[in-house]
């Protein structure tokens, strides 16, 4: 299992590639399938998906600042 600050590095890359034109939605969704998570919603100023940490469902939102939350009390997957 990847760690929450190796997860939120490769999300970053994701979303700077997405704004910079390199990738396509699709290509968002094929990347962050890499690490087993499931994209919510993406737009210029971030991305959020969500995915299992350990056996609990985790939903992370990156913002292009840098900033990000992490939502562990879901109810629900995603």
Do not use: C
């Amino acid at each position: 299992m990847k760690t929450q600050g190796k997860i939120k590095d490769f999300a970053q890359i994701v979303h700077h590639l997405y704004l910079e034109g390199t990738f396509e939605k699709d290509d968002v969704v094929d990347w962050l399938g890499e690490i087993d998570s499931e994209l919510n919603n993406l737009t210029k100023h971030k991305i959020v998906f969500s995915y299992f940490d350990d056996w609990y469902p985790t939903r992370m939102t990156v913002y292009k600042s840098g900033k990000i939350k992490v939502e562990t009390d879901l109810d629900e997957f995603p």
